[in-house]
C-alpha cells in the first residue's frame, strides 16, 4: 500500500554542509534500494521531511529516524495512503531553508520563521510541494554530488 508521511524534527548538533551531503547520500542510496522517494528541508535547527513508499517500508524507516542520533523531538504531521507520489523521481530532494526560500516558507509561518512544528500535515505537505517548485535546481545539483 503506497503511503506518505511527513514530520519535522530539530538538529540534535549542528551539522555542516558536509553533514548534510553524507546524511543525504546515505538516505539517497538506501531509499533507492527500498522504493522510496521524497523531499527533506533544513535550515539548519529544524528538519521538515515527506517520505514515500511502501507503508511496510515507511514504517521500518520511520523508526530508524526516531533512533536517529542527528535530529530529536520528531513530530509526525500527516501519514496516510496516497494514490501517487509528489516526489517520483526523488530518492530525497533537498531544499534549504534559507534567507533565498523565505519567500517560500514565510507565507506560511508567523514572523516568517522556519517552524515545522507549527504546520499541520496539510499546510506541511502544501509547502513541500512549493519548495519542490522552486527548490529543484538544487536538489538536482545535490544529487549529482
Ligand atoms: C533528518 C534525517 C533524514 C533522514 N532521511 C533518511 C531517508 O530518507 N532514508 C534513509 O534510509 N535514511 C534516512 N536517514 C538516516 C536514517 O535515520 C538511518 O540512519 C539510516 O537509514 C540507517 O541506515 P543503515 O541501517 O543502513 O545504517 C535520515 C536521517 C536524518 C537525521
Given amino acids: ?21 553524507l546524511l543525504l547520500s546515505q538516505a539517497r542510496l538506501r531509499n533507492g534500494l527500498r522504493g522510496v522517494t521524497g523531499m527533506l528541508v533544513f535550515d539548519s535547527k529544524y528538519f521538515l521531511q515527506a517520505i514515500e513508499g511502501s507503508q511496510r517500508e515507511l514504517s521500518s ?4 529516524l526516531v533512533n536517529d542520533p542527528r535530529h530529536c523531538d520528531l513530530m509526525l504531521l500527516k501519514f496516510g495512503r496516497i494514490d ?46 512549493d519548495f519542490m517548485t522552486v527548490g529543484a535546481d538544487l536538489s538536482e545539483a545535490l544529487a549529482r554530488d
Fill in 1 to 21: 500500500m503506497l503511503s506518505r508521511l511527513i514530520y519535522a524534527s530539530s538538529v540534535a548538533k549542528p551539522l555542516d554542509p558536509a553533514g548534510i551531503n
Fill in 61 to 64: 524507516l520511520y523508526s530508524l
Fill in 84 to 129: 501517487s507520489r509528489l516526489f517520483p523521481s526523488w530518492n530525497m530532494a533537498f531544499a534549504p531553508a534559507d534567507a533565498a526560500h523565505r519567500a517560500v516558507f514565510g507565507r506560511r509561518m508567523a514572523g516568517s520563521r522556519f517552524d515545522p512544528y507549527s504546520l499541520d500535515g496539510t499546510a506541511a505537505e502544501s509547502l513541500l510541494i
